[in-house]
């Protein structure tokens, strides 16, 4: 077995939004470069399905930046990958300032990045689009017959109760399948974390940020919407595929610029063979993450994986079942039975100590699925998971 999760990223946006320390890069609309790149996404898809580095039939996700900038391209990428890969499901994010009416007819799932429905909130993110574009281009999508994930932002400053629900439930009339919750953050280096060092925002404190999340998820549970993972709900049957890829240790491709790639030991063969460029590991290491550091310029006119670097990350077989389980405890349904005895074959009893201790405090149930507490104190529960990587 090889990659079932295909990511491709698309590094452009029109304007950089004021939090964001994503990998993109302001680029005009008209830029060729453009073209070149997404001509390069393709090529490097089909090699790496010839090459076995990647199965066909898995979930596709084209992410960034913002796909949607690519305009006719995107479609045609979209096509192209359809024929080659077959993907169960294939998903693109989505600005509202770019998803078109004609794109939305030519693609198969979108996740627009809404943020708030808002415009003093959207303005304070720096974001390019209003309230009413970005509900007017949900709308568009779902008439399209699109699949619709809302992406929602919550401690926003200026942000209330209220002005927060009125998100939630705007965009569930809109007619979206797919609500994706996430607090603000404050990333070094940007305009926002200036603006707030200079105290230009009050921002809300941990239990603000707390009872957004509460507010999220009974909201959602009274539309109908179930939360499977921390910061993701669904109508029955539209949870997101390829983000549970990521959640359940499934080996994963990411092509384009910044893009990651994670590969276990049994698939260590194919993938020196696709890349020849990089360094085998020694035979301790169960786990490679590999993050591509070839520009987009660079990748635009070299279309061959052989040719791309990339910084390396490599895991330890419990490092790598550590990881499996602080990511199983971000789904409702906790890590799966059979990673906890993987995971207690490879390490002993510790892991079962441990997973008493976060019983007992209250961040695991007995079924091992995350109680509220262990939602709201994430970082505490992921982070006693991720201690078992250093036991001994
Ligand atoms: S649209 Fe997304 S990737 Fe682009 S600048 Fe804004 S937050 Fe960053």
């Not at 932002?153 to 809109?174: F, G, H, K, N, R």
């Not at 280096?189 to 404190?205: Q, W």
């Not at 994963?252 to 698939?267: N, P, R, V």
């Not at 349904?333 to 009893?349: T, Y």
Request: net charge negative; hydrophobic share 40%.
């Amino acid at each position: 077995m090889t990659a079932r999760a295909l990511y491709l990223h698309v590094p452009f946006c029109v304007r950089k939004c004021a939090y964001c320390d994503f990998a993109s890069f302001e680029t005009p609309r008209e830029d060729p470069l453009m073209d070149a790149y997404a001509a390069g996404l393709e090529r490097l898809v089909v090699e790496s399905l010839d090459a076995g580095i990647l199965m066909a039939g898995g979930t596709a996700y084209v992410g960034g930046g913002t796909p949607t900038l690519l305009a006719d391209a995107l479609p045609d990428l979209v096509a192209s990958v359809r024929r080659h890969s077959a993907p169960c499901e294939l998903t693109c994010e989505a600005n509202p300032d770019s998803l078109t009416l004609d794109m939305s007819l030519r693609l198969h799932d979108a996740a627009v990045g809404v943020q708030s429905v808002h415009d003093d909130e959207l303005s304070v993110l720096g974001r390019i689009h209003d309230g009413r574009r970005a509900l007017e281009t949900l709308g568009q999508a779902v008439s399209a017959g699109l699949d619709v994930s809302a992406d929602l932002m919550c401690a926003i400053p200026l942000q209330t109760s209220e002005s927060w629900v009125t998100s939630l439930c705007s965009v569930v009339d809109a007619g979206v399948s797919h609500v994706s919750v996430y607090p603000l953050m404050i990333e070094e280096g940007t305009p926002f974390a200036r603006a707030v060092d200079k105290g230009e925002y009050s921002l809300p404190d941990d239990n603000d940020e707390a009872l957004f999340m509460e507010q999220a998820s009974s909201f959602l549970a009274s539309r109908g919407f179930t939360r499977y993972e921390v910061a993701s709900y669904a109508l029955p049957g539209h949870s997101c595929r390829h983000n549970q890829a990521y959640w359940t240790g499934v080996s994963y491709l990411g092509i384009g610029t910044a893009a990651s790639s994670m590969f276990d030991l049994d698939e260590f063969e194919v993938l020196f063979h696709a890349f020849p460029q990089l360094e085998r590991p020694s035979s301790e290491i169960a786990r490679i993450r590999m993050t591509c550091t070839s520009d987009r310029r660079f990748l635009a006119s070299h279309h061959r994986l052989a040719d791309q670097s990339f910084d390396v990350e490599l895991l330890t077989e419990r490092e790598a079942l550590a990881e499996d389980l602080m990511l199983g405890a971000r789904m409702s349904c906790g890590p799966s039975k059979e990673l906890v005895s993987r995971a207690r074959d490879a390490m002993g009893f510790v892991v079962d100590d441990t997973l008493a201790s976060l019983i007992d405090d209250g961040y695991l149930t007995t079924d091992l699925a995350p109680t509220e507490k262990g939602w709201l104190l994430g970082n505490e529960l992921y982070g006693r998971l991720w201690d078992l990587a250093s036991c001994s």
